[in-house]
């Protein structure tokens, strides 16, 4: 019989773990940031799609190794859950005083936005239909998923690039990273990409050590635990971005974050005999429809880009925080 995990050396796994990927959240905010401006890609489609991958690999890397251990609960859970985390980021950010993220925006941000809701929209759906068809080892909701990333990614890099790109200029900085060359800025941001990557399994199995030493449920461990400690490189890239000015790159890695954590079911089905959309518990279709909800109010909030001043109880923000509680109260409960 396998012997439990130690509470010690759960919780130096979520730390070792939480470690690494502040450092590369850091280092990813900047270099991202010297990259748009180089390339004229702008800061929303380098945040959606470029630093938005860089930041979910915890989730990719932490999901594989939940599935390969057995546990697709624990994997679904920590890609839905994350999605409603990095709303629960972005509420948060707006409550900085004097960032006023909602109302500082592009309006192109709906167009990210917009993407992350169609996928999380159609992960849910398949995890309710939990249809038995399968092409080779993927499922349907994979191949619907991956042609809509696609498809989705590079119309907003059209319109992005036809246009401003709804990027800002790099606000110098104390350590001149707008000075940085483009190779230079790239080779960091590759470092930053691989501390993320060897950081993130460390996650996926003091997870499963916190689910044999709580009797906690898979699905709830991986949308609270995992969803909310897989999320740490985006908040800290987040509020790197937001620091140095990079505000369009800031939101456009979180809504981009949501969309490729739904394409990350793809690379999953290889790992499992079918479709991992049809074999987990529905709560996940639960959670996936509450990020829906938390993402709708932040577009709403940016398009309406309202004028009042921000305080605490500022009502987008104060939303999107009482949905996430609502949500994981609702998951706590599922199943009795």
Not at 75 to 95: D, K, R, T, Y
Not at 170 to 183: F, K
Not at 228 to 240: C, M, R
Not at 319 to 324: H, K, P, S, V
């Amino acid at each position: 019989m396998e012997e439990a995990p130690s509470l010690l050396a759960v919780l130096l796994g979520l730390v070792a773990g939480a470690a690494g990927v502040v450092y590369a959240g850091i280092v990813l905010a900047k270099s991202a940031d010297v990259i748009a401006t180089k390339t004229g890609l702008g800061g929303l489609w380098l945040g959606m799609v470029l630093l938005a991958f860089a930041t979910s690999l915890p989730e990719l890397a932490t999901a594989a190794v939940t599935v390969l251990i057995d546990a697709p609960d624990l994997a679904a859970g920590n890609l839905f859950g994350s999605n409603m985390a990095n709303m629960l980021i972005l509420a948060a950010l707006n409550l900085v005083p004097g960032s006023a993220v909602f109302r500082r925006a592009s309006l192109d941000q709906a167009l990210s936005a917009t993407l992350a809701i169609s996928l999380t929209a159609m992960a849910a759906g398949f995890v309710l239909l939990a249809p038995p068809l399968a092409i080779g080892r993927f499922g349907p909701g994979s191949f619907l998923l991956i042609t809509t990333y696609l498809v989705g990614s590079r119309a907003i890099l059209r319109h992005t690039t036809a246009g401003d790109g709804g990027g800002e200029e790099a606000a110098p900085d104390d350590d001149g990273g707008p000075a940085w060359s483009l190779r230079k800025a790239a080779g960091i941001f590759l470092v930053g990409t691989v501390v993320v990557t060897v950081s993130a399994p460390v996650f996926g199995l003091a997870a499963e050590g916190a689910v044999e030493l709580t009797g906690l449920t898979e699905s709830f461990v991986g949308v609270i635990v995992l969803g909310v400690a897989t999320s740490l490189p985006e908040v800290v890239t987040s509020l790197a971005a937001l620091r140095i000015g990079a505000l369009d790159l800031a939101v456009g890695n979180l809504f981009g974050s949501n969309a490729i954590n739904m394409v990350m079911f793809v690379p999953l089905d290889l790992l499992t005999p079918g479709s991992i959309l049809a074999a987990v518990d529905p709560v996940h279709a639960f959670v996936g429809l509450a990020s829906i909800l938390m993402m709708g109010l932040a577009l709403g909030a940016i398009a309406l880009r309202s004028r009042r001043p921000l305080s605490l109880l500022e009502p987008s923000s104060g939303l999107i925080i009482l949905t996430y509680i609502v949500a994981v109260v609702i998951v706590m409960g599922w199943g009795g």
